[in-house]
């Protein structure tokens, strides 16, 4: 019964910040890597940041120094701190997981959150 929960999206305007969580709960044996990803109206879904233990965080070029990554291991929670938000930002952002559950904890398995949805505009 894994379950990714995003939190905190919403409307902002440009050049404003947003933090989006996400939560990961259920019968998770171990969580390898965290990441965001975005789709917005007419495009391809996008990986925009992804941090895996022990690993550096890595982003898309077009939210490098504005956005951060960050995790939570022991709470399995990852945040991504979005700052000077302009329009292009606007989108769906879906957390994903990578993780083991109790039922095989050497099986790593991707599992995706509903979206929340960032709207930047003035």
């Known amino acids: 019964q894994v379950q990714l929960m995003e939190s905190g999206g919403g409307l902002v305007q440009p050049g404003g910040s947003l933090r989006l969580s996400c939560l990961a709960s259920?019968?998770?044996?171990?969580?390898?890597?965290m990441g965001w990803y975005r789709q917005a109206p007419g495009k391809q879904r996008e990986l925009v940041a992804h941090i895996e233990s022990g690993g550096a965080p890595m982003y898309v070029d077009s939210v490098k120094g504005r956005f951060t990554i960050s995790r939570e291991n022991a709470k399995n929670t990852v945040y991504l701190q979005m700052n000077s938000l302009n329009r292009d930002d606007t989108a769906v952002y879906y957390c994903n997981a990578e993780l083991s559950t109790d039922n095989d904890p050497m099986l790593l398995v991707n599992y995706w959150g509903q979206g929340t949805q960032v709207t930047v505009s003035s």
């Open positions: 259920g019968n998770i044996w171990s969580i390898n890597a």
